[in-house]
């Protein structure tokens, strides 16, 4: 006779994780460029800090952007939607095309951007928060990352990395000093 707990799927304990490494992440749902992308193909990556200044192992990523023309949802193929978990030392990291500027509310054009979702153990609702590019225009004119304080705007600022200029560094950091700004959505 055959231990019918053996053959039980793993199920969560409560809503929030840590599970999320188990049902949420898929295969290729880091690369949002594809097999045959059409613009400039980007990778962003970093790491996800508590407020220690540890690594999170169990943090789940959601982005969500526009296509290089200002476009979401779909078009020539990008649906600019992926999703990636943190490895053990916290590391996450996106394949994607650099977003196009799109309307901003009120009229104008917001600076390119990301949006990401964090979800991770101990966090009752996501995080959510956007990624600008140091070399993205109209960033001195976007109107959301202007309603941020200047000194904390760098925390929302994906960086260049010296050896790769399509390679962007964008940490995340859940509370503390060096906090992440996250909005209230």
């Known amino acids: 006779m055959t231990d019918s707990r053996a053959l039980l799927d793993q199920t969560p304990s409560q809503t929030i994780g840590p599970f999320f490494h188990f049902s949420l992440p898929w295969a290729g749902g880091d690369d949002l460029a594809g097999p045959a992308p059409a613009g400039r ?60 500027r799109t309307p901003a509310p009120g009229g104008g054009l917001q600076a390119p951007h990301i949006a990401m979702s964090v979800l991770a153990r101990g966090l009752l609702r996501r995080l959510a928060t956007r990624v600008y590019f140091e070399d993205g225009a109209g960033n001195a004119e ?44």
């Open 41 to 100: 193909v980007i990778e962003v990556s970093g790491h996800v800090f508590d407020g220690a200044g540890e690594p999170v192992s169990d943090a789940l990523l959601e982005v969500w952007q526009a296509d290089p023309a200002g476009a979401y949802g779909g078009s020539d193929g990008f649906v600019g939607f992926g999703r990636c978990a943190t490895d053990a030392d916290g590391r996450y990291r996106f394949r994607t095309l650099f977003p196009g």
């Open 142 to 185: 976007d109107a959301i990352l202007g309603l941020v304080p200047a000194e904390r705007r760098p925390t929302l600022i994906a960086t260049c990395r010296e050896d790769a200029g399509a390679d962007y560094r964008f940490d995340i950091v859940l509370q503390g000093e060096r906090e992440t700004v996250f909005f209230d959505v």
